[in-house]
């Protein structure tokens, strides 16, 4: 695939929320839908449902797509996921939050496309849309898949609580990761982490990015586990980076109601913090492995504005070194995608996501 995306002016993650919820909140009050806005300093605009007499309604999605969805239970249960910020404002809130409803939810606009009935219907996608994403015509559009990750050995369940200290945490929880059950295996090789894909289109896995800030980091030992890593890539060429933390001072002796200080004091050295390596792109290499583990192919779908998503994702894919499987791995811009939409689509596109065919 072509990819324009260097002509485009590079976008950081908080300008394009920015004015994606720019775009959400005129909507939302030029058309009287029902809405509220979280708190923080980058409040997101939050869109509810709505039962009107002729039809269901909500802002945050194509009314079509949103008829489409709620008519199909199990796409319509990806829209029960309760969003993290409600439990922080529930007393004012006047309906439950879900992560979906947040004008920036990428699955969001994942699903406002691909629920669409001029692009899936009667069990076949859109011609144009299935050439362009190299799937056939009759792939079913699956959201929020667990696949599995296949993993060398169970972790051990005796571990010593002395390997964690205070002035050490674990990288699974530095980073919000997800750490694998510590729960006895009758067979190690069945041993999997449970990774989400947020797309499955047959044999095609996708993973739709859109104001996230990254593809999340990990420490090597979270990255070691995987059964395929050395397989499919070149481990030290993956994106890295080395973090020291700043060398604090130790507690000073407090005079005030002892004595006076001595005339010399001699300066307390710093204390230094040992430095850690963090692997970048932890998220790709989840879903790249479960692509392989599945016989699958993985594309990255996310804004042509953001330069740094697709920096880090070829960073990636440079350390592929499994050649016969690099070249099922991709990239798709929604900028691409909007191109082979049809009109309707793509009105809908602009004016929400700012989002133009390329």
């Not at 404002?89 to 994942?110: F, G, K, P, T």
């Not at 060429?237 to 005030?256: C, G, M, N, Q, V």
């Not at 740094?308 to 016969?324: F, K, M, N, Q």
């Amino acid at each position: 695939m072509a990819h324009n995306h260097q002509t485009e002016t590079p976008w950081s993650a908080s300008l394009l929320r920015r004015d994606l919820n720019a775009r959400a909140q005129y909507l939302a009050i030029a058309g009287n839908l029902l809405h509220e806005q979280t708190t923080g300093s980058e409040p997101s605009i939050i869109f509810g449902h709505e039962k009107l007499a002729e039809q269901d309604r909500h802002g945050n999605f194509h009314p079509a797509s949103y008829a489409a969805i709620c008519a199909n239970p199990a796409w319509s249960h990806r829209l029960t996921k309760v969003h993290t910020a409600h439990r922080r404002v529930r007393a004012r809130a006047d309906w439950q939050w879900m992560e979906l409803d947040c004008a920036n939810s990428s699955d969001a606009l994942l699903m406002n496309l691909f629920c669409h009935p001029l692009v899936f219907s009667d069990g076949h996608i859109n011609t144009a849309v299935a050439n362009l994403l190299g799937v056939p015509s009759n792939a079913l559009p699956n959201f929020g898949i667990h696949p599995g990750v296949p993993l060398k050995k169970p972790r051990s369940r005796n571990r010593k609580k002395t390997t964690r200290s205070i002035a050490q945490p674990d990288t699974a929880s530095l980073f919000n990761e997800a750490v694998i059950p510590e729960t006895p295996q009758p067979d190690e090789s069945n041993l999997k982490d449970r990774t989400e894909i947020d797309l499955q289109l047959d044999s095609l896995f996708v993973e739709a990015k859109l104001t996230e800030s990254n593809f999340q980091a990990a420490g090597p030992r979270l990255i070691e586990r995987y059964r395929d890593l050395e397989t499919i890539f070149d481990v030290e060429r993956l994106p890295s980076k080395i973090i020291t933390p700043a060398a604090t001072h130790p507690a000073t002796e407090d005079f005030s109601d002892l004595e006076e200080p001595p005339s010399n004091p001699t300066a307390p050295s710093p204390i230094a913090k040992s430095s850690r390596t963090i692997i970048q792109g932890y998220q790709l290499i989840r879903n790249v492995l479960a692509a392989f583990a599945s016989d699958a192919s993985f594309c990255v779908l996310c804004d042509a504005r953001r330069h740094d998503l697709i920096e880090t994702w070829y960073a990636i894919l440079s350390a592929v070194h499994y050649h016969s499987f690099a070249w099922r791995l991709k990239l798709l811009t929604w900028q691409e995608l909007a191109a082979v939409l049809p009109e309707d689509l793509q009105s809908f596109l602009e004016t929400k996501y700012g989002i133009i065919p390329a």
